[in-house]
T-cell receptor
Framework: EPEVTQTPSHQVTQMGQEVILRCVPI?????FYWYRQILGQKVEFLVS????????KSEIFDDQFSVERPDGSNFTLKIRSTKLEDSAMYFC???????????FGPGTRLTVL | AQKVTQAQTEISVVEKEDVTLDCVYE???????LFWYKQPPSGELVFLIR??????QNEISGRYSWNFQKSTSSFNFTITASQVVDSAVYFC?????????????FGTGTRLLVSP
């Protein structure tokens, strides 16, 4: 069964460093997402990506964040200069079409020291 | 505004008990979809069910059942004869759709602890 994959599973970084979180969505899906879950809290929308561009972003997704789909399979989230409060689980999700269910990857746990 | 409320923060039951997880939503849209996801201790988000606003029939899948009531804006989830493996955080979510964009709006989740 196709699934969304994410790497790495856990990333530890120093404050101010750049990190890139990687995702491989399900191959025939058209919509791609990043969500964030601070430990013990709810899952929050960060950004959506469709037709090779950002379709919407939340207020959390400031200039320190960027997304890319560099080729036909990968979807990345970059945080340019990490802050302590960026520590969270980051989930990638993909969706085939409007109103369909979003399938989530296993998440990347980011720890900023 | 789109909002999902899961008032139960944590529920503890003993194996084989039935348990109902509550979900109340707010939306001004006439067409919308509701979802339940399970987050086991390993951390991933597992899709359980999608329900559209025009279909109020209850759904049953094995030990799981869902009760959708538009009149009370609720989409409750019942696990019958709970098992230890059901221990997880369960999230209810509502889809927010605008032209060219949609996202999931999650509730705060209910942690279910099933003890042997």
């Amino acid at each position: 069964e196709p699934e969304v994959t994410q790497t790495p599973s856990h990333q530890v970084t120093q404050m101010g460093q750049e990190v890139i979180l990687r995702c491989v969505p399900i191959s025939n899906h058209l919509y791609f997402y990043w969500y964030r879950q601070i430990l013990g809290q709810k899952v929050e929308f960060l950004v959506s990506f469709y037709n090779n561009e950002i379709s919407e972003k939340s207020e959390i997704f400031d200039d320190q964040f960027s997304v890319e789909r560099p080729d036909g399979s990968n979807f990345t989230l970059k945080i340019r200069s990490t802050k302590l409060e960026d520590s969270a689980m980051y989930f990638c999700a993909s969706m085939a079409g409007t109103y369909n269910e979003q399938f989530f990857g296993p998440g990347t746990r980011l720890t900023v020291l | 505004a789109q909002k999902v409320t899961q008032a139960q923060t944590e529920i503890s039951v003993v194996e084989k008990e039935d348990v109902t997880l509550d979900c109340v939503y707010e939306t001004r849209d006439t067409t919308y979809y509701l979802f339940w996801y399970k987050q086991p201790p390993s951390g991933e988000l597992v899709f359980l069910i999608r329900r559209n606003s025009f279909d109020e029939q209850n759904e049953i899948s094995g030990r799981y059942s869902w009760n959708f009531q538009k009149s009370t804006s609720s989409f409750n989830f019942t696990i019958t004869a709970s098992q230890v493996v059901d221990s997880a955080v369960y999230f209810c979510a509502l889809i927010f759709v605008r032209i060219g964009f949609q996202k999931l709006v999650f509730g705060t989740g209910t942690r279910l602890l099933v003890s042997p």
